[in-house]
Structure formats: C-alpha cells, structure tokens
C-alpha cells in the first residue's frame, strides 16, 4: 500500500516540476483557427493572382503588395486568435499566462522566427524571391522546434513536419505556394485538431 501512495506521491511531483517548466496552456483550437485564417488568405491571394493582367507576381508590383497585406493579416489574425484562446485557458486552468516560462517559450520562438523573417527581407530586397515560401517553412519549423522544450513536446513535431516541407519545396520551388498552403494551412489544421481532442478536452 505504502509504495503505491510513493508512486502516486512522485507521478504528482513530476507533474508539479512539468508544469513548472513547461507552458501547457496552448490552445489547439487557435492552430485549427490559424490554419483556417491561412487557407482563406492563400485563396484570396491565389484568385487576385490568377485574375490579375499577368497572372504571375512581380516585387514592385500592387498585386505583390497586396498579397503581403493578406500575408501580414493572416498572421495577424493568428497571433490574437492564439493570445484570446491561450489566456481564456489558462484562466480555466487556474495558471499564469505570463511568467518566466512563458517569456522562455516566446524568446525561443522569436530569435529563429526574426532571423528568417529579416533575412528572407534581405533576399526579397535583393530579388531573390524563388525560396521564399520554403525559408518560411523553414524558420517556422526551427522556431517551434526550439521553443517546444519550454512548451507541450508535442510542438516539434509540427515542427519537423514543417521543417520536412520546407527542404521538399526548396527542391521543388515552383510549387512553393502549394506547399505554403499544406504547411500553414493544412498541418496547422490537423495538428490543432489533435491537440484540441488530446489536451483541450480533458
């Protein structure tokens, strides 16, 4: 009897030490929601480009503008999507959303992030614009990878697949809009789904 009441008593404080390290109260209907907001925006982006005089993107051109805006809204949208529905959960959970983990999680997720953002800037600047949906893919997939040992393990793995999608575009590039949709959209999709029905629903 004694060593069942240890076991339970070091299940508890393992618990304790996880949840003490680790951010636990990401909202796997925000990536259903982020992965949504992505589909909508790649299909308004695709129908302007396929309806425009060329039918193909150029960098000084309003179309390209105009694509970035609905690239800039999409993240936009997530980013508040993920902070409403992350706090609203840690609220339920009784938990803290800003603390030394939380700060730890988003600082490893904001330095691969940036760096990729700010050079996938300087190749756009340099009109190298080929790569530019599979460095997205990439950065993307190293930031979560990084930050998912301050949160739920189960990030890397969104991680890795994005990471995978990303190499397979920079082989293929010209189906680097496709693999945007499949990556940003799709597998945020599936991903949240499975969150939500493993973590969400308990």
């Known amino acids: 009897m004694e ?3 240890y076991l ?6 393992k618990d304790l030490m996880n949840k003490s390290s680790r951010f636990i109260s990401l909202s796997g209907l ?5 992965g949504t907001y992505a589909l909508i925006g790649a299909a308004i982006a695709y129908y ?3 309806n425009s005089v060329r039918g193909y993107l150029i960098l000084d051109g309003n179309i390209f503008r105009l ?3 609905i690239l800039f809204m999409v993240a936009f949208l997530s980013v508040v999507t993920g902070i409403v ?3 609203s959960k840690a609220k339920k959970q009784g ?6 983990t939380s700060k730890r999680l988003l600082i490893n997720f904001l330095i691969p992030l940036i760096a990729g ?3 996938i800037l300087i190749i756009l600047d340099q009109h190298k614009y080929g790569q530019t949906a599979a460095l997205m893919l990439i950065f993307y997939g190293l930031a979560l990878v990084n930050a998912s040992k301050y949160s739920i393990g189960d990030i890397r793995y969104l991680g890795f697949i994005q990471l995978i999608l990303g190499l397979l575009c920079a082989l293929n590039p010209g189906w680097g809009f496709w693999y945007w949709v499949i990556g940003f959209g799709l597998m945020h999709i599936i991903y949240g789904t499975w969150m939500h029905f493993k973590y969400d629903r308990k």
């Open 67 to 69: 694509c970035l805006f």
């Open 95 to 100: 938990a803290k959303i800003w603390d030394s």
């Open 30 to 34: 925000s990536g259903i929601l982020a």
């Open 8 to 13: 339970k008593d070091i299940s508890e404080i």
């Open 117 to 119: 953002g700010l050079y």
């Open 85 to 87: 529905l992350t706090t």
């Open 48 to 50: 302007i480009v396929d």
């Open 3 to 5: 060593s069942k009441d």
